[in-house]
């Protein structure tokens, strides 16, 4: 199950929520093809005015940002490549979609690999 989570300041996600949720699930479709739309769990996150810091500073303005675990066995694919740069890109377009383009330069996308051996679901530990 691939695992997108958006943190956004809250003030700049209030209102976007539905949009966000169906951009970022296309983005993860346009990528891995509609077998994968029930899958996507979404979780947006807004983070509340003072509590997102860069260099030890609030601040005020900040682009959203994705995370998007997945199993790391997709690294190893002999198109991995390719699957990164396509969901970097796809990410970055849905962040730009429902934030507005002027944050595109700043949008943060982390792909993160999970091996399945170290995941649990229902209390047992996920096997491959």
């Not at 029930?38 to 995370?67: E, M, Y």
């Not at 990410?91 to 943060?108: H, I, N, P, Q, Y």
Request: hydrophobic letters at 45%; charged letters at 20%; a negative charge.
């Amino acid at each position: 199950m691939p695992h997108v989570t958006l943190y956004a300041l809250e003030a700049d996600l209030a209102g976007r929520e539905p949009h966000a949720i169906g951009q970022l699930t296309d983005a993860v479709v346009s990528v891995y093809g509609e077998w994968a739309r029930g899958s996507v769990d979404v979780r947006l996150i807004g983070i509340p005015a003072g509590r997102w810091a860069r260099g030890g500073v609030p601040v005020t303005t900040a682009a959203p940002s994705v995370t998007f675990g997945m199993r790391e066995e997709v690294f190893a694919r002999a198109d991995a490549v390719k699957v990164i740069a396509r969901l970097v890109t796809a990410f970055t377009d849905a962040v730009s979609a429902v934030f507005g383009d002027d944050c595109r330069d700043e949008v943060l996308v982390e792909l993160v690999g999970q091996p399945t051996t170290r995941s649990g679901l229902g209390g047992k530990v996920i096997s491959g």
